[in-house]
């Protein structure tokens, strides 16, 4: 089975190899790539052809030996012409030269030494093969080398995907040679997974030159690191593989404890430096500034910001994601959030910040941020560059505006201002990461605009406080001016009881109402002291079933002695409200109807209809007009009395709506005015029942 592989994958690979160079040299365009089409078309067919000797007569015949150093020939040569196109300094380019050479030279002698192998007698060949083996691991350590010195002057992306690609292939070459020179036999797994991986190579050089010129093709990073990471355990398993082979052939009869020692060793140390976060950092800045052309991969970093900024509530709070969200863009551990207070900077809020408490600074640090909007470098301060950072309009330099304290504290390390509207809202405090580095172009380009962002997030949530603190002014004003009415009701009911005093003041009866009065009105002020202090509107009881007349009863009782009322309606009427606020209601339509004017009674007149029930407040007052009742009798703060609040008739039809329920009026200019409400009917409770 795995001979089959070896020979239907190599021939795969040699197919997809011959049909690039065909293709290579029919296309128009040529070089637009930065790569030159007849290098590029000989390193692909004599790529081609080795691998079609492989699959044909074997992978260590002396044919296939040849192929492979004319095919590593060629890709040297495509990267000598892409380094003299890059124009490279003379001196440079001469050692390139020898450098190339050398690895030319090994490439020779390592052909000599197999065709030689195989001519020979077996105690020399079995040394020949070992010496060619031992070329073959040079050759491409040294064609690998040379790749790398040669990648920062690949003209294009595409250029840079196929030079990648061929360091994959030299790579695998080097894996086979280590794996044969210490197993002394060809590893035929490897061999077979070698055709497989090459036909991969094949198709990523395809992509590569579908386009032309520089198509700005981009590499995923996080593919591209888990790939290297999927190479590295690939790469560790066969050196393992490799090193216990070696070690049982060594070892004696301690073979089996020295590979258990190997192997538990390697396992440890390869877990240790898979946890290390140094290790982590330092390999993403590493690929970061060798593979791709800009350090931030723009579209998942602003996705992962903006996502952190909008986390939804119960998750972290504003002040903390706006730290973590900047600082997860330069890998920071921890941050503070100062916030502009008076004239200087205050820490507001932190964010994994463990550790001695920072001065934010006084006036000079917020003033200096403000006029210049810069990103400050705490370390270059400490190193003394500082003053060479001195702002264009000479206003000042970092280190003269960064307190002391600030730089004393060892994890400061960049403070990011959050300019809005040209004004200074606050600044970031980052800790130093686990592996510090000086900020770049791209750094102060991605936290400048991530400072603008964050100072939007706090301007807006400012915003959003002082409205929910205006809100609660206005609900408070609101409530102020329930109360005030019903206040001026209480004062007008005890000034009737005091001008009422002087007449019947001898009366047992009036000084019975009297008593009953003063006492129902020190209650009722009483609530109403009691309603204002509450910081949240107020709430009532739950709805219940409440009787009609009883409600009527208690109003007419209370005015009865400044005006005279009358009761009048089915007492076995029920309705589905909130006694207090119900009895709210009808006092003040019964006020507002003594106050209308007329010398008849007043009536209250209960009733229903199966589904709803009502009260009705009736005068023979003076009456309005319908223009008046539909554009102004609810509205607040509009009143036909000289002394009136206007409130009211408004915060009766408030408090019926709240229960579910409406106010109806009807009124005629010199015959009075009916108020109805009307509510939900409730069912007779059993007590009343019975």
């Avoid at 003299?84 to 003379?90: F, S």
């Amino acid at each position: 089975m795995l001979a089959g592989i070896l020979i239907w994958s190599h021939a795969l690979a040699a197919l997809l190899f011959g049909v690039l160079a065909a293709w290579t040299i029919r296309r128009d365009g040529a070089d637009d790539d930065g790569l030159p089409r007849a290098l590029l078309a000989g390193a692909l067919g004599t790529t081609a052809l080795w691998l079609l000797a492989a699959a044909g007569i074997g992978t260590t015949r002396p044919v296939t030996q040849l192929f492979e150093g004319a095919r590593t020939i060629a890709w040297l040569l495509l990267l000598v012409a892409i380094q003299r196109r890059a124009r490279i300094g003379r001196a440079t380019g001469l050692v390139a030269m020898l450098a190339h050479a050398s690895v030319v030279a090994v490439v020779v002698a390592q052909m000599l030494l197999s065709i030689a192998a195989a001519a020979t007698g077996n105690a020399a060949a079995a040394a020949m093969s070992d010496a060619a083996a031992l070329l073959r691991v040079l050759t491409a350590v040294g064609a690998l080398v040379l790749l790398q010195a040669s990648l920062p002057f690949a003209a294009s992306a595409s250029a840079r995907i196929v030079l990648i690609a061929v360091g994959g292939l030299w790579l695998i070459d080097a894996n086979l040679a280590i794996a044969a020179l210490v197993l002394g036999t060809p590893w035929v797994e490897l061999s077979a997974a070698r055709g497989v991986a090459v036909a991969g190579l094949a198709v990523m050089i395809a992509l590569a030159l579908s386009r032309r010129g520089d198509p700005g093709l981009q590499l995923s990073r996080t593919a591209t690191f888990h790939s290297l990471s999927l190479l590295g355990l690939v790469a560790y398993f066969s050196i393992t593989i490799m090193a216990t082979s070696l070690i049982e052939a060594l070892g004696g009869s301690h073979a089996r404890i020295a590979q258990t020692a190997f192997v538990f060793g390697s396992t440890a140390a390869a877990l240790t430096m898979a946890s290390s976060d140094w290790l982590r950092a330092w390999i993403k800045v590493k690929l970061a500034k060798h593979l791709f052309r800009h350090r931030y991969d723009y579209r998942a970093e602003w996705t992962r910001f903006t996502e952190t900024l909008g986390e939804p509530k119960g998750g972290a709070p504003l002040d903390e994601r706006l730290i973590k969200a900047v600082a997860d863009l330069t890998d920071a551990p921890a941050g503070l959030l100062l916030v502009a207070d008076d004239d200087g900077l205050a820490v507001q809020a932190s964010w994994r910040w463990d550790g001695a408490p920072v001065d934010a600074g006084g006036a000079a640090l917020a003033a200096y941020l403000a006029r210049t909007g810069r990103i400050v470098e705490l370390d270059r301060i400490r190193d003394g560059d500082g003053d060479d950072d001195r702002s264009d309009d000479g206003v000042g330099s970092d280190a003269e505006a960064v307190p002391p304290a600030m730089l004393a504290h060892d994890d400061a390390w960049v403070i990011v201002p959050l300019p809005h509207r040209e004004r200074l809202t606050g600044a970031i405090l980052l800790a130093r990461p686990v592996l510090p580095r000086a900020l770049d172009w791209e750094d102060f380009d991605l936290l400048r605009i991530a400072g603008r962002q964050v100072a939007s997030y706090l301007a807006e949530a400012r915003a959003q406080d002082a409205l929910a603190e205006a809100r609660r002014f206005e609900e408070f004003n609101r409530r102020f001016a329930f109360i005030l009415h019903d206040v001026k009701n209480i004062v007008s009911q005890l000034s009737l009881v005091a001008r009422n005093a002087q007449r019947h003041a001898d009366n047992p009866e009036f000084r019975a109402d009297m008593v009953m009065t003063l006492n129902e009105s020190a209650t009722r002020l009483t609530d109403l002291l009691a309603r204002l202090s509450v910081r949240e509107p107020q709430r009532g009881e739950p709805l219940r079933a409440v009787a009609m007349v009883g409600i009527a009863a208690q109003s007419a009782a209370r005015f009865r002695a400044s005006h005279g009322v009358e009761l009048a309606g089915d007492p076995g009427i029920h309705a589905v409200a909130d006694p207090v606020r119900l009895q709210q209601v009808v006092d003040h339509l019964v006020h507002n109807a003594i106050e209308a004017g007329g010398t008849a009674p007043v009536r209250i007149v209960t009733g229903g209809d199966g589904d709803s029930a009502w009260v009705e407040v009736i005068d023979a007052g003076a009456g309005m007009t319908q223009q008046f009742v539909r554009d102004e009798l609810f509205r607040p703060f509009v009143s036909s009395k000289p002394t009136g609040f206007g409130i009211g008739a408004f915060e009766a039809r408030q408090l019926a709506q709240a229960m579910g329920g409406r106010i109806e009026v009807d009124s005629r200019v010199g015959h009075g005015t009916r108020f109805r409400v009307t509510l939900s009917a409730a069912p007779v409770p059993m007590e009343h029942a019975a």
